[in-house]
């Protein structure tokens, strides 16, 4: 069985400070790694994802995660938050012998002028 | 290029009345996923289709649900009659390969009264 844990359910950060959101992950093999962002009302938009190779990924709105498999944990990380960064992040993974991707719960993240 | 395109956004309906939900997915794309979002919750999987062949359909309440990708490219989401507990998000996705990154339509959320 796989699970991914997100342990932050809510986090409040200043505009311009740093955020870093927690992902882990429990199975066996190489997992695929995703962070998704969902704004109120719309759909997942993709941020980055993992495969393989470099273990720092650089995504998109200057988000990057970092995968440390001795930790289980794929952490989202950003210098500086716009106002615009405030919404819900989905950690996720999926499994490469069935193609299923499993999603943590969600952090939601309020920015603060 | 166009992104998964679900419609409706927002259908009210009362308890034990029929609905649809019908997607798109991006051009090219194989496999298609239909999920379901409870508030404050990851999507989880109902079914996922490569072409028109449901190959995973076990997290699909069956006696209620049912879907549909009869020519391989859009789909369609049914359910009859419908609870009280089936409001939620149900969000659609689909990807290229087996495995390969999912990419999300805005979702429909789905209110019974």
């Known amino acids: 069985a796989q699970s991914v844990t997100q342990p932050d359910i809510h986090i409040t950060v200043s505009e311009g400070a740093s955020l870093e959101l927690r992902c882990n992950y429990s199975?066996?093999?190489?997992?695929?790694l995703f962070w998704y962002v969902q704004s109120p009302g719309q759909g997942l938009q993709l941020l980055l994802k993992y495969f393989s190779g470099d273990t720092l990924v650089q995504g998109i709105k200057g988000f990057e995660a970092e995968f440390k498999r001795s930790q289980s944990s794929f952490n989202l990380r950003k210098p500086s938050v716009h106002w615009s960064d405030a919404a819900e992040y989905f950690c996720a993974v999926i499994r490469s012998n069935d193609y299923k991707l499993s999603f943590g719960a969600g952090t939601t993240v309020t920015v603060r002028a | 290029e166009a992104g998964v395109v679900q419609s409706p956004r927002y259908k009210i309906i009362e308890k034990k009345q029929p609905v649809a939900f019908w997607c798109n997915p991006i051009s090219g794309h194989n496999t298609l996923y239909w999920y379901l979002q409870n508030l404050g919750q990851g999507p989880e999987l109902l079914i996922r289709?490569?072409?028109?062949?449901?190959?995973?359909d076990s997290q699909l309440p069956k006696d209620r649900f049912s879907a549909e990708r009869l020519k391989g490219v859009d789909s369609t989401l049914k359910i009859q009659p419908a609870e009280l507990g089936d409001s939620a998000v149900y969000l659609c996705?689909?990807?290229?390969?087996?495995?390969?990154?999912?990419?999300f339509g805005p979702g429909t959320r789905l209110t019974v009264l």
């Open positions: 289709y490569e072409n028109e062949e449901a190959v995973d």
């Open positions: 199975y066996g093999a190489t997992p695929y």
């Open positions: 996705a689909s990807s290229l390969v087996p495995g390969g990154t999912q990419y």
